[in-house]
């Protein structure tokens, strides 16, 4: 099974800054097979990107994704304030199960 | 759409039967999967059905109490869930996959949920 690991647990920033969320896999993925998921409270994820970089059909472009083998990156350049949220990556490896990282809680400082 | 229901309080050991009802795009073209979160905690894939039903997947967590299945006449999904346990505990959700060719991979595909239910809770305690 394929343990993501994500960094930090909680990032504190201001809206109008950068922010950095980083993915490591136990073992290497393809970028192909790696998306990111954004989740407020009381509500169900939205996907923000897969293939580890193509933008979901209605994300803003301050979303990006990057990141090959096992480090994957998801940069959102200028923070909104809808965007302090839960964010979620997930690897679909060649099998099941397709895991996801414990993630990341980006809260406004 | 994905609309979600079935949950409710079970005593461990118990049983549900979760329903997810699809509409607006074509259900029996797309593998769906359900995954769960436990009270203040993150996202666990929970299992997989392919569009025919072909093939099913579980996490080590569920399998052999936990049974997907699907009725593409109905366009709904479902998850039956015995034996459960107080770990069991969380808002399940259901999930569309869909798939692309991959932009810089030839030859290769990603998968990703792009429609989501808003989720159902099941609470396992006496």
């Not at chain 2, 049983?15 to 029996?28: I, P, V």
Request: proline share 5%; aromatic share 12%; hydrophobic share 30%.
């Amino acid at each position: 099974e394929i343990v993501l690991t994500q960094s930090p647990g909680t990032l504190s920033l201001s809206p109008g800054e950068r922010a950095t969320l980083s993915c490591r896999a136990s073992q290497s993925v393809s970028s192909s097979y790696l998306v990111w998921y954004q989740q407020k409270p009381g509500q169900a994820p939205r996907l923000l990107i897969y293939g580890a970089s193509n933008r979901a059909t209605g994300i803003p472009d301050r979303f990006s994704g990057s990141g090959s083998g096992t480090d994957f990156t998801l940069t959102i350049s200028r923070l909104e304030p809808e965007d302090f949220a839960v964010y979620y990556c997930q690897q679909y490896g060649t099998s099941p199960p397709y895991t996801f990282g414990q993630g990341t809680n980006l809260e406004i400082k | 759409q994905l609309v979600e229901s079935g949950g409710g309080l079970v005593k461990p050991g118990g049983s549900l039967r979760l329903s997810c009802a699809a509409s607006g795009f074509t259900f029996l073209t797309y593998n769906m999967i359900w995954v769960r979160q436990a009270p203040g905690k993150g996202l666990e894939w929970v299992s997989f059905i392919s569009s025919s039903s072909s093939h099913i997947y579980y996490a080590d967590s569920v399998r052999g109490r936990f049974t997907i299945s699907r009725d593409n006449a109905k366009n709904s999904l479902y998850l039956q869930m015995n034996s459960l346990r107080a770990e069991d505990t969380a808002v399940y959700f259901c999930g569309r996959e869909d798939v692309v060719p991959a932009v810089f991979t030839p030859g290769e595909y990603s998968y990703y949920m792009d429609v989501w239910g808003k989720g159902t809770t099941v609470t396992v305690s006496s």
